[in-house]
Structures are given as C-alpha cells and as structure tokens.
C-alpha cells in the first residue's frame, strides 16, 4: 500500500538506485500557488551530506513538477513530481545481495516478494522519504494559509540524552541552531558528541523525535476507527526505523494517578481550553483546540561497521561487516520526515471534517 | 471513519445508552463454522462487573448473529450482530449534560458535531469496543484456522509495577489467573493492591498491555504507508484510553547503540530466524515470521471520585465530581479489545498478502 | 463489497429469509432532524403487495433506529437501522435448494462462497435495497435541504412501450397517480396492460427507469476515475436486475453527428447554461448546473412460471417450475430504489467537492 | 479521484500539453517477467495518426518505466511510469483559453476548480488515457498468464452502421484487420466511409465498442455493490466521451419476456454452463464461467469544424469555431482504452476473490 490518505492522497514510488524517486498528490485544492522553496528547504532538511551526523551521499534532491499546475498554481489535478537519484552507488551493494543484512529488511521483502531489488535496500532505502517530504510541505502550506495550523519537530532525545523544550513557543529555526536539531542547546551538545562517539566506533543511535502542531480548532478527527492519535500513529510508524509512538503523557502517562493526569477545562477569553495538555491535543480521537503534542521512537541505525552474524540466502551462516556511506543517527535527518507526515495527517483530518461540517 | 479494514471490515455503531451496540463485518471468507463460544468468552473477559477491579456495569452481553450466516457457517455475505445495552443508567448522567468532564470527549464531541449524546458518554464510550471485541474474535477463528497464528495479551504494567513475562510461551489461560490478568503472580498481586488502593482513594490508575501474535509467516505487511507495525500502532491508538503504541524494543531500543540492538539472522533447521528479536517479528514492515510483540499505553481513567475544576458549556467555570459506575483502571478488561484489534489487524494483513501472491 | 461511498457510506446487510435487513449509515451530517416519514413513504414505494402488477409477499418494513441519533437529530455517528423480514415462506424454496434457477444468482453465489443460504434467494433477493432506500432517503433529505437538490425517477418504458415524460417539470406526484409509476398517462395505461398480459401468461416483463437530479450547481464529479457518470453507472448497475446505464443522450447519441449533439452554451441571467441537455447535466465528469439527466435497463424478472431447463447441484439436467410469490416486473418497485441510489451518488460527490473546494 | 482499483491499483497525472502523462501502478504482483512489447503495442493502437480515421497528432509514447522492476521482473513495489508528450501544439489553444468550447469540460473544470490548464484540454484531454493503457496492459499479462482470461474488444458501430461479429471466437488480430477496428468487413467499409464523409465536412461522429473477456472462472465479483458489472460500468464511464454502458442483452434485453430472455443452465462435460449468454456472463453480479460480454456507449467527438455557438468565461455570447487537430471519430482508437480498463477492472475482482477464498 503505497497510498496515503483520503481526501489529500500521496501516492509514493522508487528504489534507492532506480533512475528516481518520486510521488502523485491527488485531492490537492486548487488554486494554491506553489511554494517550491519551501519544498527545497524541507528536502535540503532531510538531505544526507549536511554534517558529520549524516552520510556522505550527495544528492542534489532538485524537484521536476510535472503535472497539476499551470502558471504556478494547483489546478486541483494530480501533481506528480519525481527528484533523480544521482548518487546511488551500487558496487557497494554487490557484497549485500547474497546475504540478509541484520535488521534490514532484505530477508522480509524476498519472503514477501520472492524478487527483489537489493541495490541500497530498493523500496525499503529511506530514500523513499523524498517524496513524503515534497508532499507534506505542500499539506504544511495548505495547513498554514488556509487553516492557520503551524508543525514544528525537534530531536527529543539521542541515545539516554533527553531534552527539555517548551512546544508552546519552538521555532523552526530554534530546532535548526543545531546539526542535530534539538533546540535545548545543552542537549544538542551532548548529542552531537554521542553521535560522534557512536560514529568513531563504527556504532550507531537511536532517538526520539518530538512534534507539535499548534492552532487546530477543535474537531479534526474521525472516530471510532479514524482517531486522530490513531492516523498519526500510523503515519509515524509508516516511516523508516520508527518503532514507537505515543500522544501527550503517553507512556509515562500510564504511571500517573487519574487525578493528577487530568486536563482541567478552564475558559481564556471567549475560547474553552484545557489548564494542562497531557491530553497531547486530543480527546475521544478529536482535536480539542489545544498543541498536539506526540513523540516517534526511532531505533539505533541497523548498519554499523562492527561484524555481524548472519545468513546467506541459502542460509549458511557468515559475517557480514558494513561498507558504504550511512547515518550513525536517522533522527536529524528525520524531522522534517515526522513534520511531512504530520501535516499530510492533519490536512487529511482537516479536509474530512470540512466535508461534513462545511467548515 | 467506523469501518477497519481492507479485505475483512467490521463496520460499529452504537452509543452508551442506545438500545444497543453492534456491527457489519463484510468480506469474511465462506465456510467458516463460527465458534460463538469463543465469542462469548473473549466479551465475558471485557465485560464489567467481573470483579472490585470494573466497573459494577451489568450486561449479559449476549450477541445476536442477524446475517452472514446459514447452518452455522458463514456464508461470505456481511454478518450483521448486535448486544442490547440492558444495564444503562441515564439519570447518572443528566448532571452532566451541561457540562464538560476533563479528559473525556464531552468537548470535543460537541466541537465537531455541534450535536451529541451525553448519555455515558454516548459514542465516546467504551461500551463500542463490544462490537471490536466480536468481529476481532472471528477474525482470531480465522487466524487460527487458516494461518496457525495464535494471539495473547496481558497487562504488562500497572501505575509504577511492571511483570516479567516469557511472550515466546504465555498462554491466555496463564493470563486469567490473575483477575488483572497479569501472569506474573508478583506482580499481579501488587498491580491489584495498587487499583485497589486507587479505588478506595477514589482515584484511578493507567497501565500497558503487551501482546504477542506468534505463528505468522514472514511476508505479512504493505510497505510503505501499510507497515504492519503502522496498522498495528493505528488499530491500538485507535482504542478507548490509548496513548501509545511501541513495537519490539520501542522506546527502550532508541536508547540502545545498533551492535546490541540488531537481530542476527540464524538458522533454525529449515527455517531462518533471528537469534533475538528486538524487532518484535517486524522488519521494514512485514512480518519476518518471529513472534509479533508490541505494548500499548492506557492512561489512567478519566472518570475519579474526586472534585475536579471544568467548565460549563457555557464557559462558566464550576466544580464537578464524579458520580456512576466506573472502573478504577481500564487495563483488565482491555486486554481482549487489544487481542481482538491485533487479530482484525493480522488477517487483514494476511488477506491483503494472498491476494497477491496466492499464498 | 458491501459498503457504498467515500464520505457518506452506506454499509448493507441481511438475506431474504433471515431475520432482518438493514444497515449502518457512516459519515451522516450532525444536526439534521431526520425525516422519518420520508423514509416510510419511500419504502412503501418499495414495497411488494402494492397492487397486481408486484408480488403478494406482505412486510411492514417498519425501521427500528438503533443508533446516531438524540432527541431525534442526527449527531454524526454511525446510524444503524434494521427492518424485520415478517413473511419470508422459506418452505416454498425447499424445492429449490438442489438447483440452479435459469438467470438467477443460486449457481455464481455457490461457485464464488461454496456455501449459500438458498432461502428466498438469500443475499441475491432484492430485498437487500430496503437497506438502499433507507440511507437513500436520508441522503435526499440532505441533498435537498443543504444543497437545493431535487430527485425523481419513473418508469420509461416496459417491455416495447416507451414513453414521453418533461424531465424538467415531472414531479414524484405525477409518477405516482399510476401504480406502473409513469407520468405519460396513456403509456401508463398501456404498460401496465402489457404487464397484466404477462402475468396471466405466468410470464415476466423488463423495463426502463429514467432519472432526473435538478438543482446541482456545476462543479461535482471526481475525474478522470470518479467522474459523476461514472459512479452514477456504478450506483444503477449494483441494482438487482439491472444490466445498463445511460446518461444524457446515450446510446441514441451514439447515431448523431457532432454537430447535432453539441450542447451550446448560453447565458440565462447571471448564470452560464446550455441550450440543450444531450451531456445529461455532466461535461468531462462533472455537473454543469443543467438537470443530471439518466436511465436504467431493467431485465425481465427472472421467475416465471412456465417449464425451464436447468441443472442440479450435481450437474444432472431437471426441469423447473417455479412456484411462490414474484413480481412481473420490476420496474415499478425500482423507481424508489434508483432515486436512492442516484442520491447517495450525488450527496457522496457533493461531500467530496465541499472538502477541497469548502463550498 | 485518479486512483482505480482496490488491490491493483492504478494512480494517473498528467494533462495534454504538460510534460508528459503518467501512472502509478500499486499492488502488481512480484515476480512477472515485464512484457513492454505487449504494452508498446496497444499504445500503438491507441495512438493519433495511425490513419485518416485519427488525429495528426504524433506522439511516440514511449514508455520510461521508473521503478518496482529488477532484472526486467517486477517486485512488487510501485511501478511509475511516464510518457513525454511531444507533439503538444499549444497555440492551437490560445484561442479557446477565454470561452468554453461547447460539450467540451472547459467550463466544468472550471467551474469545479475554479484554476484551470486550458492547453488542450488539459486534464479532460484524452491523452491521459495513455496510462490507462500501459497500467491496463500489463492487468491483461496477468489475467492471461496467471488466470487465463482473454480480452477482446472491437468497434460494434459507427453512427448508426451496426456489425455482427462471433465474441465467442473474435482475435484482435481480426479486429485490426480495418483501420476502423470492426472484424466485420462488410461493415467496417461502410463505418470507414462514414466517418470519411463526416470528417469531410467538418463533422465527427459516434460509436458503440463490444468488449468480451473469456476464460474468467465462475465467482468473480463483490456483491452487492461491487458486482462486476457495476465495476464494468464504472471503469467504461470513466473513460472520456463515453455516455454508456450496457451487460449481455442491456437495453435490448429489457423488450424481452422473461420466458424467452432467460439462459437456462446446461452440463458442458464436468462443467457447468448456460445455453444462451443474454446475461453478459454475469449473474448476482458474479461471473458465471461464460463470456463476459458488454458494450460501451461514445458519444460524437465535441470538436467539430463548423461555426458554435458559446459563451466567453464572462458570459458574453460569442461565435466559435475549432482549429487543430482532432479524431473525426474516437471509437476506433477507444479500443484498447476499453480492454486496458476492462483488464483493471477484471484483475482486481480477481484478487479480491482470491484473497477470501484462497483459490
């Protein structure tokens, strides 16, 4: 299922080391004028070669529109766009496709598929997140103009480093002062010399990711089965190397009593909110007007240069140690990943709630 | 959106103090002899009023099979079901009615719809997991039947107390023999004298629930947008309470480097496995035939004995407490809603996985 | 596939001889005070037992609402309903359960489930569309109220008598005053003869119904693959019985020249129309504002009552006489169901322009 | 919606005067040795300037397929696609940008999105059939290589020229024999001179397509509302131009007795089949093992080179006449848009039936 979405559909396709990668948005409202910055500095976000936090990769990541505009604006027709793959080199994976890399997913796409492209992962390469991030901005700027909603994602923690910022206020620019893009400095340090630490060892790190959306009115969210938490849960847990997902108090919610976990509701001016948000924004499945607050877990990168045990496609034992150019860490990179799918999540939950309520 | 699934749906209605609950599932194979026992087992393991850990709600729960059957088995035709609501209380609620209880969804209901029914909570309320809990019971018949996949959950935590469980062999009946259906008896004991205490504080307590789902062959999921875990993480945020959702080694793994937390390929006789499984049976989004593990997060109940500060509809603020029957943690009676949910999401997936490939 | 619609969805249930038909209405506008007499008078027009030219079987199809509704308005939550089978006669299809009915779906059904319920033609019977003209009825209601948009449907033609009908001005009214429900009262006369001609042969006619949808604004349908005819065909041929579809000029204007058929446009005050109305009110897909204008091809009923060559279940040649009670012709009791099914297509389109285009 | 299928899937973009048009293709099972000459040759078909029947446009539509392939075997994943568009005069449209051409979707488009691309029509041009065509050619790999399914279609009437043509042995070698594709010869000399004496002055004309698929098994569809004819239907309406559809007997059928219209059931050997085939092979909206056989209903082609009347996009009354190039007649390249949507159609019920039923 390479579809996302009801109303604001993505459509995304590509390998690695196919000729590109690339996407169609089907339900984009017509009329936008484009921002292609926006989408090129999303992309330049997510673009390996940025820092010694990522890999050496180098791509140019330019994106060729090719349908759904015309003079610069959305005509309500599908956009597809595509972004080349430049520097995809193969020979480094002529080694990998007789054996199943450790916690890769070459053993579950051959059982899956009996064929399979084994060049940098094929399908299953992040490189597949090009095309969620070209579309998510493009949600973002719908969200932004025509709803007044804001997303902003930040490194929560590396490895056990935790961070402590204020969702209520973060910028974009904040999250960006540092090359792991956490906005508590203090953090952000300690990261980065994990990070490095990790990466001289030939060793990699996982991390946490923390988004916030703020200026949601209340009422996005199709419940029983089309929750809010529950479409951006799946969004996250969609994307490369995320194994986990939790919404305002989450799991450390679970520890607290009932009385001290509540969000009072107090009234600000004219408006009905909420005295705290361990709620994340979201009540029975509906936003409730507050930020909605969510974290996404991404494990350790499964390829470091250490020897590993594992088996060939016959299933004889062998050891397998890593070349090629990865990220001792995903979670820089992977920010404006979770603020993509956010916005398509949102936008989605935005355009359904208008077509019932006419708002 | 009150439909789950792609190939096998169930479609629920019902409110808290309607007539009844109940539901459509279409797309369920033909020839299927139901097992109504099983039915009626995994909703007495949901229902309240099963001890001083629920609520003292009383209903028989008895299931009225409408279509979609004929001679017992299933004739591939929607079958249609329905449970009476016999035990519903509505003057309990007419205080309420003008008011909105923190941390429930009286707000956001009325947000979206402009319209609701406050009785118990109307759609809101838990009681719409009856028809989960039926429709993921055929589904769990069918897993078994056709596939050889066997699901158990039990409550993995409970406020502060956690358990030490081995997912490779729990049974469902291990897990009954706590009536808070932890099969660490230690622990058990512990997590009922903390609901106890919390009870008679007035008060409420939040937990986790693990499941497992072993005898999966590798292959199951629908990368990129349908990862298995990324329907899993939908199905169980899309639950009452449910804040959070993590797979394998979750968030623990994100603090873990990537030489210790990576699975080795072995082989095991015929078949290859991993030597550990911090992937929770998931790599790249399809199942890689190793038990499929995951928690979900419940935060406490929202409805405590104790005065809270709220909001009239009109804005005024004012002080409610809680009167009814409620129960003081939601993680006993959610265990078969999890099973049920992770056994609609499972066969969906195995469906979607032989549609294409015959298998 | 048992469900029908993207926004507004009706999910449908039930088999001729079990105990009930209905089905849950998912994504209904909250608010609407539901016109639960719109919905009888619609399904005594469905109903058998009306007058000669329709079966004897009696049913009250009295509707049993069981959920998505408070003080009788809708609150946007799923609506079930369920109508009581009351004088389903199983015995007098004992006889027919070890063959096949020439034309029926008795032999598709077992090839496709393997087991079938062969009761009174089981999920095949027409009287699934009570569950059509239910959520049907509530889908004009909207499409009335919040979008000026106006259904009728009549009887074209039966057997070889056509008819000639104002789409523009015909109202439900005039198809009513003749139990055939065609408005060309002479036609009328003439058809009903020639039903009345076919039943005293024990034989059964075909026909045509003819649709009109007035008050669209220009702008619904969903190209290239969700066009407005598109899913109208999809909506008419997934009637019982049903075997064509045409919109605006159709096969007849397959013979015309180009230069015939065009519908020139012109400006009738402030508003852009066309001066005839061979596109059936849709261009490219979409409404243009003129009268969505259609018909459907009705086969004769299946069940007659003279001698008829088949087969047993085990392939051995029988002769079959069919007994019971079954309609001469279908058309009458259809016109109902067409209009239903006309606006559950409209109302759907409409919810998904209002979506992206917030109008 | 530019998404058609539920398992196969097929997402189209493109407009006429863009870069280029393209697809998506979503769901192909893995493993299929790519036939491209196959998909080269039914573009050839459905090319402009094959003959004086066609437009002078000239396009070489040569396919860069773009992912989900290895080693020329698909592998499951997405297959993109895209074909530049070459020969796209756009200053033959500069005229037609400030009017609506009359029964064209100028002013729908416009009406609906509010932003439209005028060059050539843009997306209501039929040049987005291109990926129809590939996406449809490669269904019909799989439906004869893995189902045995072939399918046929050809041109059953030009304005009002019928034909008589056996669908029970009909090649698409005979279809091609005319340039106007009807295998019978006698009538196509006279549909060719037809639409020679149309074009001649300046006219165009319509047409009707048959469509046969043999070989399908007996159980083929979703009832109730996903029937294969409804199906049928839906993909034959969303084709550009085509006002509709009709199963087996269709309109003629409905001037027909039941005693005389219905196909009584006979043994074939271990089989069983029906005498006649007035149900188009389908009955309860399931395949029954015989043809399926149905006929597409094309209106005359809006372009015509005689002076219209129209109005300007500000309503002002205006003369128009057309320029460029243009088919006199579109059904004889409609063909293999009719087979390429009847294989997407026929693919996808059989993977929804194979995923229930495992065969």
Known sequence: MNTFGTLFRLTSWGESHGPAVGGVIDGCPAGLLLDEAAIAAQ?????????LLTSSRRESDAVRLLSGLYEGRTTGTPIAFEVANEDAKSEHYAAIAGLYRPSHADFTYEAKFGHRD????????ARETVARVVAGTIAEQLLREQFGVEIVAWVGSVAKIGSSVDADSVTRAEVDRSAVRCPDTTAAAAMEAEILAARSEGDTVGGTITCVARGLPAG????????????????????PACKGFESGSGFDGTRMRGSAHNDDFVRDGERITTA???????????????????????????????????????????????????????????????????????????????????R
Do not use: Y
């Not at 084994?118 to 390469?125: E, H, N, T, V």
């Not at 419940?223 to 994307?239: N, W």
């Not at 979770?338 to 006419?358: F, I, K, P, Y």
């Open 43 to 51: 992309l330049a976000r997510r673009r390996t070669a940025q820092s």
């Open 118 to 125: 084994p060049r940098g992962g094929g399908r299953a390469s």
């Open 220 to 239: 996005w969210g199709e419940p029983v089965f089309g929750k809010l938490e529950a479409e951006l849960a799946r969004a996250m847990l969609s994307l």
């Open 276 to 358: 705290t948000n361990r709620s994340g924004g979201i009540q029975g499945g509906i936003s409730n007007g507050a930020p909605v607050l969510f974290r996404a877990a991404f494990k350790p990168v499964a390829t470091h240069f250490q020897p590993q045990q594992t088996v060939t496609r016959d299933g004889e034992p062998t050891t397998f140690t890593a070349s090629g150019r990865h990220d001792p860490c995903v979670v820089p990179r992977a920010v404006p990943m979770v603020e993509a799918m956010a916005a398509l999540t949102l936008l989605d939950a935005a355009l359904l709630h208008r077509a019932r309520s006419g």
